[in-house]
């Protein structure tokens, strides 16, 4: 590999000679050979709209001269339209702090503006400029969620209990066997056990939709331990409008930024929504399996669309394949939320000490969670078909049909009907009509399921 020489306060170090990258970015690929997962697209881009926005925040204080922050603009321009995305190969398994990848950003902007406007642009001096690491990559972590959020999952989300609460209307006649404990109960319509899934989905998007107000505070003006020091007076707000103009949002600067910096419960407690999110999926997807399971041994209620092969030695087998991918999602979401916590708890004094980890993650997360979300939704929910007579064979004969008729016969008496028509493998409504002087035109109506539900 051809390579130039770098310099930083360090001494010289060899970059590969088609980098845009310099000294320090360099420094951390050589030390953190680690995952080979660079910091997540959605996190570096973020990196870079607070670059441009510092830029012109900066020009606009006197802090930079304007042919200088003009470069920058242009720079960070290039970058945001996709340019140069391999240019960004720090390890997630980094310094704490996020340096690595803040001065990765910092050298390739500098890099771009300096062959742009024929002059030295420095990494640290210029693009760098009121800002420090510290309170940079907190306010991307902050930054890239609002946006992931906002852009991918709660859509997603939406969409997918649109399909939900369309397919409840559909099956909304259709009534089964409840089940508690895995064991036949009172019926349900369809409909209403579909209702009650897109209840969950409601319930996750709307306190997933209330931590837009916290990510909405950004860190940024903090810079080295939330102090400002070497941030122009101003710096904050006007960093903030010129965010808001770039991305269309409504991103604040508290009054304060210390929490901000010293700590992730913002991260933290959205990953927690996450995970409920993937509990509310594990719930669904696993409801289906039991619903679509057999097609002859087991319930056999559903059918979900068939979608590939599901053995390579069982000719004919088809399986859950959607829902299974889905759980393997929720999964890894539950064990991204054990790592923010974990990483939430390295704030010493002015500092978390663990950034990267919760960005790479909370944004792992949003991201699988709103692909899942998609693909369950159009690839499961969607189109799968009802077993009608699967649905009436099973109420027929259950014997928990029976509880109707407590407020009549009573429990006690009530219990002995089921136990004989379970044992005799009968309808609940013949071993009643035989038992008690109830007339069968009043058992049909006492045990009518549609009247059940």
């Known amino acids: 590999m051809k390579t130039r020489k770098e310099k930083d ?28 997962q660079p ?8 990196v870079v709209q607070i670059k441009r926005s510092a830029a012109l925040a900066n020009a606009e204080l006197g802090a930079l001269p304007a042919d200088i922050a003009k470069a920058i603009v242009g720079a960070c321009d290039r970058l945001l339209a996709g340019e140069h995305a391999d240019q ?5 398994y980094q310094t704490g702090s996020g340096t690595s990848t803040n001065m990765n950003v910092n050298e390739v902007i500098a890099r771009l503006a300096s062959d742009a406007l024929k002059q030295t642009v420095s990494p640290n001096d210029h693009v760098n400029c009121s800002q420090s690491s510290n309170d940079v990559i907190p306010t991307a972590i902050h930054l890239s969620a609002s946006t992931s959020l906002q852009g991918d999952l709660l859509p997603a989300l939406q969409a997918l209990q649109n399909i939900v609460r369309r397919r409840a209307a559909e ?6 066997t409840g089940r508690t404990h ?18 969950q989905l409601d319930k996750c ?12 505070q950004l860190a940024q003006g903090g810079t080295a331990v939330g102090t400002g020091v070497n941030a122009e007076e101003g710096f904050a707000g006007a960093f903030v409008a010129q965010l808001n103009k770039l991305t269309g949002a409504h991103f604040v600067a508290p009054q304060r930024r210390f929490d901000l910096m010293a700590s992730q419960d913002t991260a933290v407690a959205l990953s927690g929504e996450l995970k409920t999110l993937a509990v509310a999926l594990s719930k ?27 053995s390579s030695i069982m000719p004919g087998k088809v399986n859950p394949v959607i829902p299974e991918a889905v759980l393997m999602v929720a999964a890894t979401v539950i064990g991204n939320d054990t790592s923010i916590t974990v990483a939430g708890q390295s704030g010493n004094f002015q500092l978390n000490v663990m950034l990267p980890l919760v960005a790479s993650k909370l944004l792992e997360s949003i991201k699988l969670l709103s692909n899942a979300c998609t693909v369950l939704g159009e690839k499961a929910v969607s189109g799968f078909t009802v077993n009608e007579p699967a649905l009436q064979a099973n109420l027929a004969k259950n014997p928990v049909l029976v509880t109707a008729l407590n407020p009549v016969i009573g429990y006690l008496k009530a219990a002995e009907i089921a ?16 038992d008690t002087d109830i007339p069968r035109s009043e058992l049909e109506r006492l045990l009518d399921p549609a009247r059940l539900v």
């Open 88 to 92: 960004f190969p720090v390890d997630i």
């Open 182 to 199: 895995l064991m036949d109960a009172m019926p349900v319509s369809l409909g209403q056990e579909l209702e009650g899934w897109a209840d």
């Open 205 to 216: 998007g709307s306190r997933l939709q209330q931590h837009l107000a916290f990510l909405a």
């Open 39 to 46: 910091m997540p697209e959605d996190f570096i881009q973020a």
């Open 284 to 310: 669904i997807c696993n409801d289906l399996r039991w619903m679509n399971s057999g097609p002859l041994a087991g319930l056999g209620e559903i059918q979900l669309p068939t979608l590939q092969p599901g």
């Open 171 to 176: 099956c909304a006649a259709q009534i089964k």
């Open 419 to 434: 136990k004989r028509a379970y044992a005799e493998n009968r309808p609940i409504i013949d071993v009643a009509e035989e």
């Open 9 to 36: 306060s360090l001494g010289s170090i060899e970059v590969p000679v088609d980098a845009l990258y310099g000294a320090q970015t360099q420094r951390a690929v050589d030390n953190f050979p680690i995952s080979g």
